[in-house]
């Protein structure tokens, strides 16, 4: 039920739905004593892509979501998993957290505990973290690397936070360096990732066309 659902003008619940539309509190739950002992209840639709997140082009949001699920066939523990957990805690907010403060919860660094496991903290050094991935990469799906990559290229171009942004864009640049590439400049990934079909196919050799074959 909404606050409001009551229906009666000057309702502790209609005054209290209008304060809590402008209120930084995503879940509330008042007793409005105009209707006895109901409880209302009112939640805010609270995306969870941090708010910086959708400020971007709907395309590179799709790369960060994309960019959440870890590779197959390798242990809960393997340190692409723990790269992945970090990567998730610098565009989400967390599920658990956010409902133990009552409000959009976003980790700061890689390190604080909490999250549980799909956004939990990193329990070694995060930059020798990033040595074991780049030794471990062969044993990785292509596909997921890429993805990786990709995101964190985003990361390190519009994180919103200086170390965290120049984190991402170090490891965005190993990846690179690594598989022999140059680097995508934030100008070219703005026009690649720009919501303009044009663009998009311009930096594609293969699209897919709907068909089977």
Same mark, same amino acid.
């Given at each position: 039920?909404?606050?409001?659902?009551?229906?009666?003008?000057? =309702?502790? =619940?209609?005054?209290?739905?209008?304060?809590?539309?402008?209120?930084?509190?995503?879940?509330?739950?008042?007793?409005?004593?105009?209707?006895?002992?109901?409880?209302?209840?009112?939640?805010?639709?609270?995306?969870?892509?941090?708010?910086?997140?959708?400020?971007?082009?709907?395309?590179?949001?799709?790369?960060?979501?994309?960019?959440?699920?870890?590779?197959?066939?390798?242990?809960?523990?393997?340190?692409?998993?723990?790269?992945?957990?970090?990567?998730?805690?610098?565009?989400?907010?967390?599920?658990?957290?956010?409902?133990?403060?009552?409000?959009?919860?976003?980790?700061?660094? =890689?390190?604080?505990?909490?999250?549980?496991?799909?956004?939990?903290?990193?329990?070694?050094?995060?930059?020798?973290?990033?040595?074991?991935?780049?030794?471990?990469?062969?044993?990785?799906?292509?596909?997921?690397?890429?993805?990786?990559?990709?995101?964190?290229?985003?990361?390190?171009?519009?994180?919103?936070?200086?170390?965290?942004?120049?984190?991402?864009?170090?490891?965005?640049?190993?990846?690179?360096?690594?598989?022999?590439?140059?680097?995508?400049?934030?100008?070219?990934?703005?026009?690649?990732?720009?919501?303009?079909?044009?663009?998009?196919?311009?930096?594609?050799?293969?699209?897919?066309?709907?068909?089977?074959?």
């Amino acid at each position: 039920m909404r606050m409001g659902d009551y229906g009666a003008e000057g =309702c502790l =619940c209609i005054q209290q739905e209008s304060e809590y539309r402008n209120s930084p509190i995503w879940k509330v739950s008042v007793t409005c004593p105009l209707h006895g002992t109901g409880i209302a209840h009112a939640q805010r639709p609270v995306s969870v892509l941090q708010e910086w997140v959708q400020s971007l082009s709907f395309m590179q949001q799709s790369v960060l979501i994309t960019a959440c699920r870890g590779p197959d066939n390798v242990h809960k523990d393997h340190v692409a998993k723990v790269l992945l957990r970090w990567l998730r805690r610098s565009f989400l907010y967390s599920a658990f957290e956010s409902s133990k403060h009552r409000r959009p919860y976003a980790f700061e660094d =890689c390190y604080t505990i909490g999250g549980g496991s799909f956004t939990g903290p990193c329990k070694i050094d995060i930059d020798e973290a990033v040595n074991y991935y780049l030794a471990s990469v062969d044993e990785l799906p292509h596909h997921f690397q890429l993805h990786l990559m990709h995101a964190a290229e985003i990361l390190g171009y519009k994180h919103p936070n200086t170390e965290t942004r120049a984190w991402w864009h170090n490891f965005y640049c190993r990846l690179v360096n690594d598989a022999h590439l140059n680097i995508e400049t934030e100008a070219q990934m703005d026009k690649r990732l720009g919501d303009d079909e044009a663009s998009w196919r311009a930096g594609e050799e293969v699209v897919a066309t709907g068909g089977i074959r």
